[in-house]
């Protein structure tokens, strides 16, 4: 008796040890089949969002403002003046209505004749290279270079071959020069002298001529 409950005592104990050690290997191991796993740990990822300080540009557009110094505008003042009347008288000739001069370089003898038919102003001279040659005055067939240039009336200036020296004082004297600035006007018909562009004669109908030792103008 006292050794079958001797037996039981330790066959229960043996079965406590074992018991013990199972629970010992299922809590230090992993679970079991059937056995509940305990919480899930959820690992929280915190993302670090940096952002970068917003930088503003700011640009400052310089102007240089160019200043051009113009000069003031050129005027260039025209005076034209009224020519001076010369005294007719001073120049009249030997003939009746006849008055003559020259040019102040005595490179030109002019003259206004009033006493025939047909008023004429006009002037013997060196004629410019560029002068037309005109019929001749004893051969009407041939051309010839001019000896003077004339306006008659009504008649535009023109160049002409003249067999006489109309325009000398008839009686070979000397004529007075007309100085630069003046103008002597008989009748209609009026002539004066330009130190640059020569001596110029035209008339009331609105004709004349401008000539010099290089250039002409007739109209």
Same mark, same amino acid.
């Given at each position: ?22 629970? /010992? ?27 970068? =300080? ?28 009224? =020519? ?20 102040p ?22 004629? =410019? ?5 005109? =019929? ?10 001019p000896? /003077? ?13 003249a ?19 003046? /103008? ?36």
């Amino acid at each position: 008796m006292t050794y079958t409950v001797r037996a039981v005592r330790l066959f229960a104990a043996v079965a406590m040890v074992a018991g013990v050690a199972g629970c /010992a290997r299922s809590v230090d191991g992993s679970p079991e089949t059937g056995a509940v796993a305990g919480p899930a740990t959820t690992s929280a990822t915190t993302s670090a969002v940096t952002t970068a =300080p917003k930088t503003t540009t700011t640009t400052t557009r310089s102007t240089t403002g160019t200043t051009t110094a113009s000069a003031p505008p050129s005027t260039t003042k025209t005076t034209t003046s009224t =020519p001076t009347p010369a005294d007719p008288q001073a120049f009249a000739g030997a003939a009746a209505g006849s008055y003559y001069f020259t040019t102040p370089s005595t490179k030109f003898h002019c003259a206004i004749l009033t006493g025939g038919d047909l008023p004429t102003a006009g002037c013997h001279g060196p004629m =410019p290279a560029s002068a037309p040659k005109v =019929p001749g005055a004893g051969a009407s067939g041939t051309a010839v270079t001019p000896n /003077a240039i004339e306006v008659t009336g009504g008649r535009p200036g023109q160049f002409a071959s003249a067999g006489d020296p109309r325009f000398y004082p008839l009686d070979g004297s000397a004529a007075p020069a007309l100085s630069y600035g003046r /103008a002597l006007q008989v009748n209609d018909l009026t002539c004066l002298v330009d130190e640059a562009a020569g001596v110029t004669c035209r008339s009331d109908a609105g004709h004349g001529f401008t000539l010099s030792d290089s250039a002409f103008r007739v109209w």
